[in-house]
Antibody, heavy 116, light 107 residues
C-alpha cells in the first residue's frame, strides 16, 4: 500500500528553522516527482516545493531562498528544510506523491505555526 | 505558472440537488485536470483524474468533463457526505496549481 507520513511540524518563532520529513512506503521516492503543498488556515492549496525523479527542484517565489526540498534515497524519505520562517508560513504542510495525470497521493499533513 | 480559476467560491444546496462547479485554466491544459474533495482537518481526496476518469471507490454521482481551458465537476444528486470543499488541480506542468476551492454547504 502506498503511504506517505509527514512529521516535524510544530511551533517556531519568526526567523527560526524547521525540517519536515515525509516517510514513504509502497513506492520509491527517488523514482517519482514529489511535492510539498501547504494550506494556510482557512485558505486554499499551494505547491511550495517540488523535486523531480531526476533531482531537479522547484520552489515557489514566496519561499525561494528560504526553503529547500531534498530526499534521502536510503531512507526513502523526502525533506523540507525551512529557514527564516515568517508568520505567513503558518500552514498545514502536506507531502504528496505526484502521479501526473493520475493525481496526487497525500499524507495526513503536519502543522507548522510561526509565532512569537 | 498556470492560473486555475474556480467558480463559485461557495454554494448552498440541499440533499438530492444537482451541483455544478467550474474550473478554468489560464492556458490550454488538454485534459490534464484533477478534482479533489477536502473535509475539515483532513487531506484532500482524489475524485476525478484526467478530467473525466473516476478514481477508484468514488461514487458514480461524481462526474468530470471538459478539455482545453474549461472544466466541470458535477454531483448528480448531492448526499450528506458530499458537503465539503472541492478543488481543481492542473497536472499539465510544474508547479501543480490549484483552484481556490468551492465550499459546498447545506441549505
Amino acid at each position: 500500500e502506498v503511504q506517505v507520513v509527514e512529521s516535524g511540524g510544530g511551533l517556531v518563532q519568526p526567523g527560526g528553522s524547521l525540517r519536515l520529513s515525509c516517510a514513504a512506503s509502497g513506492f520509491t521516492v527517488s523514482n517519482t516527482p514529489m511535492n510539498w503543498v501547504r494550506q494556510a488556515p482557512g485558505k486554499g492549496l499551494q505547491c511550495v516545493s517540488v523535486i523531480s525523479s531526476g533531482g531537479i527542484t522547484y520552489s515557489a517565489d514566496s519561499v525561494k531562498g528560504r526553503f529547500t526540498i531534498s530526499r534521502d534515497n536510503s531512507r526513502n524519505t523526502l525533506y523540507l528544510q525551512m529557514d527564516s520562517l515568517r508568520a505567513e508560513d503558518t500552514a498545514v504542510y502536506y507531502c504528496a506523491r505526484d502521479r501526473g495525470d493520475s493525481g496526487l497521493d497525500w499524507g495526513q499533513g503536519t502543522l507548522v505555526t510561526v509565532s512569537s | 505558472d498556470i492560473q486555475m480559476t474556480q467558480s463559485p467560491s461557495s454554494l448552498s444546496a440541499s440533499v438530492g440537488d444537482r451541483v455544478t462547479i467550474t474550473c478554468r485554466a489560464s492556458q490550454s491544459i488538454n485534459t490534464h485536470l484533477n478534482w479533489y474533495q477536502q473535509k475539515p482537518g483532513k487531506a484532500p481526496k482524489l475524485l476525478i483524474y484526467a478530467a473525466s476518469s473516476l478514481h477508484s471507490g468514488v461514487p458514480s454521482r461524481f462526474r468530470g468533463s471538459g478539455s482545453g481551458t474549461d472544466f466541470t465537476l458535477t454531483i448528480s444528486s448531492l448526499q450528506p457526505e458530499d458537503f465539503a470543499t472541492y478543488y481543481c488541480q492542473q497536472s499539465y506542468n510544474i508547479p501543480r496549481t490549484f483552484g481556490k476551492g468551492t465550499k459546498v454547504e447545506i441549505k
